[in-house]
């Protein structure tokens, strides 16, 4: 713990927009996605994977993943399900998913297809739906760019630009300076309209999933739930909107269009017995 807490300003959340209204509807999601006007500009495939795999790497310095390969493959097969429900399935983009083996209670995305989330929050959650929520979640905000239009914002245009060009020294040292952007992210956060905009995507991936949409609700009521002064809790919660106006919002987001996509938990038995491996 001593060694996250050292690392720790380097990481932030996001279980947990503007850029594009979501209707809370199947058949939306993929014409949805289709549309949205990132305000991050056409920033290239590769450009994009990049970054990510930056960031990402900063992160795995910071904390290491869970050293169970088992862990690591559940959790890749449930995310890369999600991912074809997305209009970047896994033939476009390269998905990756992993645990931190750390006790905070967070998640964490990427550009490019990068998600996280920490040991502390699945040993959490009470079945396999409410972890495709929480992937489901960030995925979200990979779907939208979130995190590539906040370093957009803050750093200088012409600081992003140089991402965009070909290799130069002036490119590396743009590719640097977006990187410490990003990874302050993590210990600033989101804006709190990107983690609504995430958490409802995330409900409407779930579902098409074939997951119930409304266990992401149950995980937040939680975390809702835990005591805000435990030490574990700090950074997300420094970097989320308050988790009860989050639970507001969703709910209200999805009275009465997801009623019918809920259903009761499926393969709990391979969910626990990774949640187990974890615990012991």
């Known amino acids: 713990m001593r060694r996250f807490a050292r690392c720790a300003g ?14 809370l509807n199947l058949d939306s999601l993929t014409k949805g996605i289709e549309k949205l006007q990132y305000a991050t500009g056409n920033v290239p495939r590769k450009k994009e994977i990049q970054l ?9 310095g910071a904390v290491k993943l869970v050293d169970d390969a088992e862990v690591h493959s559940y959790v890749n097969h449930l995310g890369r399900w999600l991912a074809e429900q997305t209009s970047r399935n896994n033939k476009k983009w390269p998905w990756r998913f992993g645990v931190l083996d750390t006790d905070t209670v967070n998640a964490f995305a990427a550009p490019g ?21 929480v992937l489901a979640h960030e995925m979200g905000h990979v779907l939208e ?15 992003f630009q140089e991402l965009l060009v070909k290799s130069t020294k002036k490119n590396r040292a743009a590719l640097k300076t977006l990187m ?11 804006e709190r309209d990107d983690e609504y905009a995430a958490d409802r995507l995330g ?15 149950d995980v937040l009521t939680t975390v809702d739930s835990l005591d805000p002064h435990d030490p574990n809790l700090t950074l997300m919660f420094s970097t989320h909107p308050p988790t009860g106006e989050r639970l507001a919002r969703l709910d209200r987001a999805m009275e009465g269009k997801l009623d019918k996509y809920a259903s009761p938990s499926t393969d709990a038995d391979r969910f626990l017995n990774i949640r187990n491996k974890l615990l012991n």
Do not use: C
């Not at 995190?147 to 245009?157: D, F, N, V």
């Not at 410490?180 to 989101?190: E, I, T, V």
């Open 10 to 23: 380097l990481l932030a959340a996001a279980i947990a927009g503007n850029t594009w209204a979501l209707e």
């Open 52 to 60: 990510g795999e930056e960031l990402s790497a900063g992160l795995l």
């Open 113 to 133: 297809g990068h998600v996280f989330v920490t040991r502390g929050l699945f040993v959490l959650l009470e079945n396999e739906a409410e972890l495709a929520g």
């Open 145 to 159: 760019k979130h995190h590539l239009g906040a370093i957009q914002k803050s750093t200088q245009g012409e600081v």
């Open 180 to 190: 410490g952007a990003g990874m302050q992210l993590y210990s600033r956060g989101l």
């Open 203 to 217: 409900v409407v991936i779930a579902a098409r999933a074939g997951y119930d949409p409304f266990a992401l609700l």
